[in-house]
Each structure stands twice: as C-alpha cells, then as structure tokens.
C-alpha cells in the first residue's frame, strides 16, 4: 500500500480549488446569459428606459449595461 505524502493533499486541495474556481465561472456565465435573455425580452417587448432595464436585469448602471449587451450581441439596447 502506498503511503499518502504531503503532494498527495495539496493536489487534491489544488484540484478542489479548480473545481470551485470552474464552477464559480460557470455561475457568472450562466447569470450574464440569464440577464443577456432578459434583457432583450424587455427591450423588445416594452418601452422601458434602458436605465430601468438596465437596473431590473441586475447591473449598477446603463453604462455596464450597454458595454454588456453591445458585447454579447454585437448591437447597441437602444438599435436592438
């Protein structure tokens, strides 16, 4: 039977720390996809400012907001 050494822990702790690390990434993802789809129903099934939709999908200011969006969809929320 092989003895457990001091690399064997650190690796399991450096594998956990990963693990936590992809799933902390893929939790924001899967929220900026969730404001991203929420985002566009409001903008194109309302007429609300894109200051309140803005501030409804989650994001401090329009100015975040519309960085986001334009990246994510190549277009301006005012042009969408």
């Excluded at 903008?43 to 969006?69: D, H, V």
Aim: glycine letters at 4%; one cysteine or more; charged letters at 35%.
């Amino acid at each position: 039977r092989k003895a457990v050494e001091a690399q064997d822990f650190e690796s399991a702790a450096s594998l956990r720390d990963k693990e936590r690390a992809i799933k902390s990434e893929m939790d924001a993802k899967q929220d900026e996809w969730i404001s991203l789809q929420k985002s566009k129903k409001l903008l194109s099934e309302t007429a609300l400012p894109i200051r309140e939709i803005a501030y409804t999908c989650g994001f401090e200011n329009e100015y975040y907001f519309s960085n986001f969006f334009k990246k994510h969809t190549g277009t301006s929320p005012g042009k969408f």
